[in-house]
């Protein structure tokens, strides 16, 4: 397996939590990149995102007490502010200048947070990739929006959404609709310097079983369109349609057509282990919340599906005997996204470190 180093690129956004997830004054423990972050939202509104572990004797911020805009530890009650350095020491006068935590650059766009791991300094909260639909009152998606966990690496997660040809296999009943689905198309795939763009056309097939369940009275054969969008660090954006089979996608006539919008965000916990959010929109019978209900509920199951292969993948994956993948024609779009992956890597590392060489631990 290779190194955290090798591994983890820094400098750039992930998602971290839908902005539901924080209702309530929760103070979430979530760990990404090997980091233990606690996020909360302040009496301000705005949210915070703090290295988890105490600058004392390690204990979680996440199990302290939000004040204002602070968070106060709860073991010997060391007080921070929302950029990390502490304010109060109970039974002490002096703050040293180590008296603080790391604090991490968090911004909310379309419902969701979004973190800066690596420096800083180069945060640049207009880089987010927004996915307009999360804000745009003509696309309705779920009541709460989605997250599962994986214990999987994440590229994993980005090789299965890089070839649609396993909808026919994993997702037969669900998102598939016929094995059909894996034979009859021939994507086109564009290689960007960031991932990959991909349209697939399913002509003359039968409408997947999600589709259905929402749409009981579809004809029984649809032209089916899949484009898709996969970003670094593990952004991916995908807009589908079922129209009437003939349908002229180059004319805009809409009549019949039913389109959705996917948004799926992959976030490294660990090296084994993925935050996955994601959410699927659709653009009509807005005021009936059944159908994005049945939608929820149809897109978890599939990606339970997903969840089950890719899993028992990584599992295998780590066993001590070596393991050479042989390549196939669909694996281009992944391939392509680990090569830029890697460079990126490869680039970063040349500047910044990542992971602090001296990595020590005197209380255990
Ligand atoms: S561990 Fe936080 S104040 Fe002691
Ligand atoms: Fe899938």
Known sequence: MRSVDEMFLWNCWYAAAWEHELEGGVKLARTFLEKPVVIYQGDSGDYVALDDRCCHRAAPLSMGRVEGDCIRCMYHGMKYGPDGVCIEIPGQDTIGPNHRVRRYPIVSKGN???????DPELADPDE???????SDSNWRGFEKESYLHYDANWLLIVDNLADFSHLAF???NTLGGSEDYAFVTHPEVDKHDDGFSIVRWSRNDAPAPYHLKVNPDAPAKVDRRNTVRMHTPGLFFMETLFAPVGWNADGDDFEGVKQYRNCQYMTPETRTTTHFFWNYLHNYRLDDPAVSASLQASLLEGFMEDKVIIEAQQKLLEMEDPFAPRGLAGDVSLAHFRRVWEGMIRTERETYPGVERKVGNPLL
């Open 170 to 172: 994993v997702h037969t």
């Open 128 to 134: 987010i990739h927004d996915f307009a639909p999360l």
């Open 112 to 118: 969701l947070l979004w973190i800066w791991m690596g």
